[in-house]
């Protein structure tokens, strides 16, 4: 069995789910690591400067939650769709995001 973190620990769980396979995992922290090599020598954040961070990350999210909801009311289901890309990108830990995608592509088939 994979142990992966639980939501809010981290984005392994997407694994654990499906979403991803880890070889994908593996890949993107790489590049991402490669880009940014500062990371491994940069400072650690104390707990509660992560939830700050992590606060403020839920707090654009849910901004641009609510600037979806425009587009999504006049039937602009691109926009809306991307605006939630955006939110989720925003902070991925909240879980919500398929929801509201697929309640998007109901309304936009005409449900």
Do not use: C, N
């Amino acid at each position: 069995m994979l142990l992966v973190p639980a939501p809010g620990a981290g984005e392994l769980h997407d694994v654990y789910r499906g979403r991803h396979k880890m070889a994908q995992v593996w890949q993107a922290v790489a590049a991402h690591l490669d880009a940014h090599p500062e990371i491994l020598a940069a400072g650690r954040l104390t707990d509660g400067q992560r939830a700050e961070k992590q606060d403020a990350r839920d707090r654009r999210a849910e901004v641009l939650l609510a600037e979806a909801e425009v587009p999504f009311r006049e039937g602009r289901w691109d926009e809306a769709l991307a605006l939630v890309d955006r939110a989720e990108l925003a902070s991925p830990r909240l879980e919500r995001w398929d929801r509201f995608r697929r309640l998007i592509e109901s309304k936009r088939a005409g449900g």
